[in-house]
Antibody, heavy 118, light 107 residues
Framework: EVNLVESGGGLVQPGGSLRLSCAAS????????MHWVRQAPGKGLKWVSR????????TYADSVKGRFVISRDNAKNTLYLQLNSLRAEDTAVYYC???????????WGQGTLVTVSS | DMQMTQSPSSLSASVGDRVTITCRAS??????LAWFQQAPGKAPKSLIF???TLQRGVPSRFSGSGYGTDFTLTISNLQPEDFATYYC?????????FGGGTKVEIK
């Protein structure tokens, strides 16, 4: 069974940093692309970033480009999102999402809440 | 960026009803369209990819159709667990973009 478990969220001051992790299990992690998607309180879904299966290619939303870094450790079956220079508008639940080449976006983690506030 | 417009933004329906949600893309996206369901306080769940292919385990009362710019999600015989918010998403190019959501409420 595919399982994605995010961690690392919390309260951080504006300008601060945080690293989110997503532990993957139940599938061949190194074979699939992965995404981060976020959802501000009471709002809709917003795509943040994606990484290809071996970590050699990444893409970012304009709103986070230059501040966030997506990475992965296939030996540890773990996806990361480094959040730097955080702003109040980055406050959201961050979801780790699998993108299979066959079934595309198919599994979501339970999310981790990041709150940026002084 | 590709704009995805969903309608309606909300609707009220009864158990057993048939409901249809539409999603329009600002440019043609072939069939690169997915649908997701999000129950209150829960993570999204993937329903459909390729505009019309159900993800594994999704009940057959859900169906999707469309190609190019206009797409629909239909739920036949609405069940209590179907009351949720539904999102469409295009994955033809980056940034991936979602529709604003359609909240299906109990009448």
């Amino acid at each position: 069974e595919v399982n994605l478990v995010e961690s690392g969220g919390g309260l951080v001051q504006p300008g601060g940093s945080l690293r989110l992790s997503c532990a993957a299990s139940g599938f061949t992690f190194s074979g699939d692309w992965m995404h981060w998607v976020r959802q501000a309180p009471g709002k809709g879904l917003k795509w943040v970033s994606r990484i290809n299966n071996d970590g050699s290619d990444t893409t970012y939303a304009d709103s986070v480009k230059g501040r966030f870094v997506i990475s992965r450790d296939n030996a540890k079956n773990t996806l990361y999102l480094q959040l730097n220079s955080l702003r109040a508008e980055d406050t959201a639940v961050y979801y780790c999402v699998r993108d299979s080449s066959v079934t595309r976006v198919d599994y979501w983690g339970q999310g981790t809440l990041v709150t940026v506030s002084s | 960026d590709m704009q995805m417009t969903q309608s309606p933004s909300s609707l009220s329906a009864s158990v057993g009803d048939r409901v249809t949600i539409t999603c329009r893309a600002s440019q043609a996206i072939s069939n690169h369209l997915a649908w997701f369901q999000q129950a209150p306080g829960k993570a999204p769940k993937s329903l459909i990819f390729g505009a019309s292919t159900l993800q594994r385990g999704v009940p057959s009362r859900f169906s999707g159709s469309g190609y190019g710019t206009d797409f629909t999600l239909t739920i036949s015989n609405l069940q209590p667990e179907d009351f949720a918010t539904y999102y469409c998403q295009q994955y033809t190019n980056y940034p991936l973009t979602f529709g604003g959501g359609t909240k299906v409420e109990i009448k």
